[in-house]
Nanobody, 116 residues
Framework: QVQLVESGGGLVQAGGSLRLSCAAS????????MGWHRQAPGKQRELVAH???????NYLDSVKGRFTISRDNAKNMVYLQMNSLKPEDAAVYYC??????????WGQGTQVTVSS
């Protein structure tokens, strides 16, 4: 089992920045990919960014150049630096951990609100 706890959400003006953090605990050795997903009201959950154990990253097109995902393996942390935030970035952001044999794990989510 893997436990994930997000933090760092909040209210920010358009153009501002936030950094989300995800603390992972449990069977971390079994995890291959960690990522951030988001879900806005009335919309499907979507992948925002993910990072593999080897450090490869992938981003949603609409956040490329504005968001950066990183991980600190020594601290079992994953971060999402979000710059130049737009109202359409507002959503609940979820940390996700996936392992080929371990399965799929989710945090409880953290709210990001962007005022125009």
């Amino acid at each position: 089992q893997v436990q994930l706890v997000e933090s760092g959400g909040g209210l920010v003006q358009a153009g501002g920045s936030l950094r989300l953090s995800c603390a992972a605990s449990g069977s971390i050795f079994s995890i291959n990919v960690m990522g951030w997903h988001r879900q806005a009201p009335g919309k499907q959950r979507e992948l925002v960014a993910h990072i593999t154990s080897g450090g490869s990253t992938n981003y949603l097109d609409s956040v490329k150049g504005r968001f950066t995902i990183s991980r600190d393996n020594a601290k079992n942390m994953v971060y999402l630096q979000m710059n130049s935030l737009k109202p359409e970035d507002a959503a609940v952001y979820y940390c996700n951990a996936y392992g080929d044999y371990a399965g799929d794990f989710w945090g409880q989510g953290t709210q990001v609100t962007v005022s125009s």
